[in-house]
C-alpha cells in the first residue's frame, strides 16, 4: 500500500493507467479485459489493534476512466493473507498462520487462515471452487463485523421487503449493500446462464433504475458511476442447495458468484419476511450453511447467527476459498499519471 500515491485522484490515475483502462481490451496494461480481472488489492501493514494488515480495494473500470473503492472484493480478499505473508507483514505460527485483515472499503474484519506447512506458504491442495480450475490449498476467511458495510444497518430501510418499479425488493447490507429479487418478479427463471442475461439489454436498463432507487432508499445518495449496491435475483433451488441465485457487477451477470454476494444473499435466506421466503430452502440452526446454486455451480456459506425476537441476528460468515501466487514484479505507468495535476 506504501508504494500507491495516497491522493485518491492520482492513485486512481495510476490504476486506470496500470490496469490499461478505459479500453475494452485493456492492451496497454495488465487488465483482463474483464471486470472480474480487472481490480486491485492494496495491502500495508497495519496500526490498528489485533490487526495484522490493512486492505483496500479497487474496482477498475474496463471501459471507462473510473476506479471504485466504495465495494470491497471478498475473492481478492483470499490472495491478501498469502501477500501479507510472503512480504514479511505477518510471520508464519505453524502449520497454518492466521492473518485478521481490516477492510477499509467496509470497515471490517477478516481472519485468513492460510496454510504454512514447513515455514512457508503452500499453495497447493485439493481444495475446489466452482468456476475456477484447477486445485489448491484451502484459505479460510472468517468475516466480522459485517453488518452494516457501508450503510450501518442489516436492513437499511428498517423492512425486509421494498417494492421499486411494481417489484418486491429486499434491501441488505451484509459485506457489501444490495438489492435482491425473485427472478420470476422480473420475468426470468433464474436459471439463465450470464450469456443469457448479459444479452438482455433491456433486463439491465430496468434493473439499473431500479438499482439507482435502491441506493437512494438505502441512504447510499446517487450511485450512478458507483458499483454498490450491487443486485441478486433468486429461484427456488434445482440441485439440492439453498437457492439459485444470480449475482450481477452490476452491469453484468457474474461467471459464478462473489463472496461478499454470497454473504449478503445468505443473510437474505436467513432473515424472515425476505425476497427468500417461500423459494428458497431455508438451513436451521444458529450455526448453519447456506449453498447458493450459480451458474457453474455452488457456493456454500458458513453463517452464525442468533435468534432476535422475530428475527435473527448475523454474527459472522466464512468462506473457504483459494489462491495461486502467479507472479511478482513492477509494473510501470506512464510519469504523468503521478503529477499532482494531470496533463492537459
Known amino acids: 500500500m506504501q508504494d500507491i500515491p495516497q491522493d485518491p485522484d492520482v492513485r486512481a490515475r495510476v490504476l486506470l493507467a496500470a490496469m490499461g483502462s478505459p ?119 472468517n468475516f466480522m463485523d459485517i453488518v452494516g458495510s457501508k450503510t450501518g444497518t442489516l436492513l437499511p430501510t428498517g423492512k425486509p421487503v421494498e417494492v421499486i418499479d411494481g417489484v418486491k425488493a429486499t434491501l441488505i447490507d451484509v459485506a457489501v449493500p444490495m438489492m435482491i429479487v425473485r427472478a420470476a418478479d422480473l420475468g426470468k427463471t433464474g436459471y439463465e446462464s450470464a450469456t443469457e442475461l448479459d444479452a438482455d439489454k433491456d433486463f439491465f436498463a430496468r434493473m439499473e433504475a431500479m438499482r439507482m432507487e435502491a441506493g437512494r432508499r438505502m441512504g447510499l445518495g446517487d450511485v450512478t458511476g458507483k458499483v454498490v449496491p450491487k443486485m441478486a435475483m433468486l429461484a427456488a433451488p434445482r440441485e439440492g442447495g439453498s437457492v439459485a441465485a444470480r449475482y450481477f457487477v452490476p452491469h453484468k451477470t457474474h461467471a459464478a458468484f462473489a463472496v461478499t454476494g454470497g454473504l449478503c444473499v445468505s443473510s437474505c435466506v436467513l432473515v424472515p419476511g425476505t425476497v427468500a421466503a417461500g423459494i428458497a430452502n431455508r438451513p436451521e440452526g444458529d450455526d448453519c450453511t447456506v449453498i447458493i446454486e450459480h451458474p457453474t455451480g455452488v457456493i456454500d456459506v458458513a453463517m452464525t447467527t442468533r435468534p432476535d425476537g422475530n428475527s435473527v441476528e448475523i454474527i459472522s460468515g466464512g468462506v473457504v476459498r483459494t489462491a495461486r501466487k502467479l507472479m511478482e514484479g513492477t509494473v510501470f505507468v506512464p510519469a504523468a499519471t503521478l503529477a499532482s495535476t494531470p496533463a492537459a
Do not use: H, W
Open 23 to 141: 479500453d475494452i481490451r485493456q492492451i496497454d496494461g495488465i487488465g483482463g479485459a474483464d471486470t472480474l480481472t480487472s481490480k486491485v488489492a492494496m495491502v500495508g501493514p497495519s496500526d490498528r489493534e489485533g490487526v495484522d494488515v490493512d486492505y483496500l480495494f479497487a474496482q477498475v473500470s474496463v471501459d471507462k476512466a473510473i476506479v471504485d473503492t466504495s465495494p470491497s472484493c471478498g475473492n481478492m480478499l483470499s490472495g491478501v493473507g498469502p501477500f501479507a505473508i510472503e512480504m514479511g507483514m505477518v510471520p508464519v505460527n505453524g502449520e497454518k498462520t492466521s492473518v485478521v485483515i481490516y477492510d477499509i472499503n467496509t470497515q471490517s474484519r477478516i481472519e485468513a487462515i492460510v496454510e504454512t506447512p514447513d515455514g512457508v506458504v503452500n499453495y497447493e491442495g485439493k481444495g475446489r471452487i466452482d468456476g475456477v480450475p484447477g486445485t489448491a490449498a484451502e484459505i479460510r476467511l
